[in-house]
């Protein structure tokens, strides 16, 4: 719910950002390749809508999903109380080898902070999640937060590739992300 | 109303300012994109050919226009009000042929299009928003205005939030007084009905609805008539529900009706709701060109939500091809983005809607939706307990 999901996607897929960005209704769907030294990932990244009554429709988009995104805004504690209701949903429902990150966005906002670092990290920490701090705006961390999780993916089932075979010795993996909150 | 009128108006006036564009064999294979302004004033990007498209739209309306002047100057200007057959009236029984005869041709006409300028008129009456504003005080939407000013709840937060986030870039909506009119409408229907208050999605309904009509006030029994009347009930509340049963229904219709999209599809483990929620909840108004999806409330405001099926399945049906050819989700939601956002003639859409997917009643509908009901409660329920069962767990 205004967190940045899309805005934070958007920046990663086309390298743009808007101060207002539609709001998402149900879910957008955007892909994008990103090139290991070890693989190629494809990421299938399903984006969500943030208002609660539409976590109903969630399961729909985690269903399958590798890798999961849980966003809040520095600047909103009531987000980051709502991420940290995410982040139980999808660890009981979704995959069990489902990967999850905690993004804290918006960081170039800091004068404007209302969750605290620290808060962020304990919780990724209890809840055995990379933790990462970025801003869609500034482009801060996003890169970064993408290349992680390829990693993570390229590493934790090099053998569940199910993508197509490319020229050469890399592997083309699909990997579907869901991005919430 | 509001003093805004003259605002919405030049959005119209940005028609007469399309060049004509002359597709050539070079701009074809250019593939030249250009950014232009439709009827309602969005700015939307298309080819060459898209432009010509939409100037022929635009002369179709015109058309259009003479034919519902002239049913006018014959049958009085509220003719269309006069199509329902009173029951055991004194109606004499030429009176009554007169009636069935305009309910036909209205039926058809509204198939057709209803010109933009008739259309708060057409719509009001039509809907059943008339006849709603009528059975409360004159006063009640000022009222309510008034009475639910300077109060913050949930809903009024998140429309806020919302305001600069609906259709950004429009050059109406996104002005400081369209800003303020989306939000009076919104935030009057949130304290109207509190199981509703403000679902996302809404917005954008209501967006749409005020450049139709043109003054807040009737927006605002639009959305009423369309959300208490029209729609099936618990569209917008609380889980979604009655979204998640006409997801279903949908599901069944696209199975018999277009049973090798829906086997493919299937097969690719593509669940179509990931693209139909949207369509159902906006009513189109964020993936089809904005006249295109105007043409299609005009359906939906005289026969019904059962439009929605008609026009769903018309998408997919005009695709099948292509959409067969599909390995993969994202190339499934790429066919169906580039063929709603390219749709800028209604007729296009709505010949195969209703002449290739055939008619189906309110009645069917209604069965499909009463045998979906209870696998659709159960599973939200089960979603809900399990979530709960969680909390007591981490308690």
């Known amino acids: 719910m205004g967190t940045g999901k899309t805005s934070l996607v958007l920046r990663f897929v086309k390298g743009q950002f808007s101060e207002y960005q539609e709001s998402t209704i149900g879910a957008a769907f955007f892909t994008q390749v990103l090139s290991l030294n070890e693989a190629t990932v494809k990421f299938d990244i399903w984006d969500t809508a943030g208002q609660e009554r539409y976590h ?99 590493k934790a089932n090099p053998s569940r590739q199910t993508g197509i075979k490319l020229h050469g010795r890399t592997q083309e993996t699909r990997r579907r992300l869901f991005c919430c909150v | 109303m509001y003093g805004t009128k003259s605002k919405i108006d030049l959005a119209f006036e940005y028609q007469s300012q399309i060049p004509v564009l002359r597709p050539s064999i070079h701009s074809r294979r250019a593939n030249l994109t250009v950014k232009f302004q439709d009827l ?183 959305l009423a008539v369309l959300l208490e009347n029209v729609l099936v009930s618990d569209c917008y509340t609380n889980n979604l529900s009655g979204c998640h049963v006409e997801q279903r ?43 295109t999806t105007l043409r299609v409330w005009d359906v939906i405001f005289f026969e019904g939500a059962k439009v929605i099926f008609n026009v769903a399945l018309a998408i997919f049906k005009m695709k099948e091809d292509q959409l067969l050819l599909t390995h993969h989700v994202g190339e499934v939601i790429n066919v169906l983005q580039m063929t ?12 195969v809607a209703f002449d290739q997917i055939g008619s189906m009643t309110t009645n069917t509908i209604s069965k499909q939706r009463k045998k979906q009901e209870p696998e659709v409660m159960k599973e939200l329920d089960q979603r809900i307990r399990k979530l709960n069962s969680l909390k007591a767990d981490n308690k």
Request: glycine share 6%; proline share 4%.
């Open chain 2, 249 to 291: 229904v949908f599901k069944d219709l696209l199975a018999k009706k277009c049973p090798r999209i829906a086997t493919h599809l299937e097969a690719l483990e593509f669940d179509v709701s990931l693209v139909t929620t949207e369509w159902f909840l906006c009513l189109f108004s964020k993936s089809l060109p904005s006249e």
């Open chain 2, 340 to 351: 709603t956002h390219h749709l800028f003639d209604p007729d296009d859409l709505l010949t």
């Open chain 1, 56 to 154: 109903s429709l969630a399961p729909m988009y985690y269903r399958g999903a590798a890798a999961a995104i849980v966003v809040y805004d520095i600047t909103s504690m009531d987000s980051f109380v709502r991420a940290k209701k995410w982040v139980r949903e999808v660890q009981r429902q979704a995959n069990p080898n489902l990967i999850m990150f905690l993004v804290a966005n918006k960081a170039d906002l800091e004068d404007q902070r209302k969750v605290g670092n620290e808060e962020g990290e304990e919780c990724a920490k209890e809840n055995g999640m990379s933790f990462f701090e970025t801003s869609a705006k500034t482009a801060q961390n996003v890169n970064e937060l993408f290349y992680e999780i390829a990693k993570r993916l390229a």
């Open chain 2, 40 to 222: 309602y004033g969005f700015t939307v990007e298309g080819n060459v050919d898209d432009v010509n498209v939409l100037n022929d739209v635009r002369e179709k309306v015109r058309q259009q226009g003479r034919v519902w002047w002239a049913l006018e100057a014959s049958k009085g200007a509220n003719w269309y009000l006069h199509t329902t057959i009173g029951q055991g009236s004194a109606l004499t029984s030429s009176l009554k042929f007169s009636a069935l005869a305009n309910a036909i041709t209205l039926k058809k006409l509204i198939k057709k299009g209803i010109p933009p300028v008739l259309r708060p008129k057409v719509w009001f009456s039509l809907s059943g928003a008339a006849k709603k504003k009528s059975t409360v005080p004159d006063s009640y939407y000022d009222d309510l205005t008034k009475a639910v000013e300077g109060k913050v709840t949930p809903a009024t937060r998140q429309i806020d939030h919302d305001l600069p986030r609906t259709f950004p870039g429009h050059p109406w909506l996104d002005t400081p007084e369209g800003h303020a009119a989306l939000r009076r409408v919104l935030v009057a229907y949130s304290f109207r009905d509190s199981d509703v208050g403000y679902c996302q999605g809404l917005n954008y309904v209501a967006a749409l609805l005020l450049l139709v009509m043109k003054t807040e006030e009737d927006a605002f029994w639009m």
